[in-house]
């Protein structure tokens, strides 16, 4: 049996003193890079911006989903659209009265749209439009912080997520975000989700160089999932 799924990593949790060295290691094995935006509102932290996604792509081609933490979703896409950002995911309690719009201009723009649910948000609240979206992340820990909390119950959202997708044909993919690191792969793995973000416990904090840190992240994953990593590809074994 074959497993086919996707590793972003964080970039709020990287060693920014080894921006370019991380990044260069990692364009060749990722799927994607996950980009966190947040205003000092919605959360009481202030991360990454537009900006870092343009410096990012000097040396990268790998694509950058942005998930916004901020107050004014508004604002926050017209920026991300301007750069060219490939995935931009809003706080779906926010988003109240312009959703579609939202989501229309995203698409318009030749981009994806998702919506991030935090814990306290059920699934039903995408019901309007589950139907079109590209991506729905769970937050598997509170906002805005690395390290939080792991909140087991969380992954019952995974599982209807992917109930939901196979009951009604919808497109999108599910994504968590949160404590992804030895203490809850095989949770994680048992709940199913196509991407994985992968922060500072799970790779970025495991060793002081890149390079060992990916290969204990990878050991890690086979000794507590029983799939084996190959180029994106988990077989088990």
């Not at 404590?179 to 793995?189: D, E, I, P, Y």
Request: aromatic residues 10%; negative net charge.
């Amino acid at each position: 049996m074959s497993r086919q799924i996707q590793l972003s990593p964080s970039l709020m949790t990287m060693n920014l003193d080894k921006f370019k060295e991380e990044i260069i290691f990692l364009n060749d094995k990722v799927n994607s890079y996950h980009i966190d935006i947040m205003d000092g509102h919605f959360v009481p932290n202030i991360t990454l911006s537009p900006w870092f996604i343009e410096q990012v792509r000097k040396i990268s081609d790998v694509p950058m989903s942005a998930h916004l933490m901020v107050t004014n979703p508004t604002f926050w896409v017209e920026q991300l659209i301007n750069v060219k950002c490939d995935w931009i995911c809003m706080p779906a309690e926010v988003v109240n009265g312009v959703a579609f719009r939202l989501i229309d201009q995203i698409h318009d723009a030749g981009l994806k749209a998702g919506m991030v649910l935090n814990p306290e948000t059920s699934v039903d609240a995408l019901a309007p439009y589950l139907d079109i979206l590209d991506k729905v992340t769970i937050m598997t820990v509170d906002p805005g912080f690395a390290g939080q909390r792991f909140l087991t119950e969380m992954l019952d959202k995974i599982t209807q997520l992917r109930q939901l997708r196979e009951e009604k044909g919808y497109h999108y993919e599910i994504e968590m975000d949160g404590s992804t690191n030895k203490k809850h792969w095989k949770l994680l793995s048992d709940a199913n989700p196509d991407i994985y973000i992968i922060g500072h416990s799970g790779l970025f904090g495991l060793t002081d160089d890149i390079a060992s840190s990916w290969n204990q992240m990878v050991a890690e994953y086979e000794e507590e999932t029983g799939f084996q990593f190959d180029n994106g590809v988990y077989k088990h074994n």
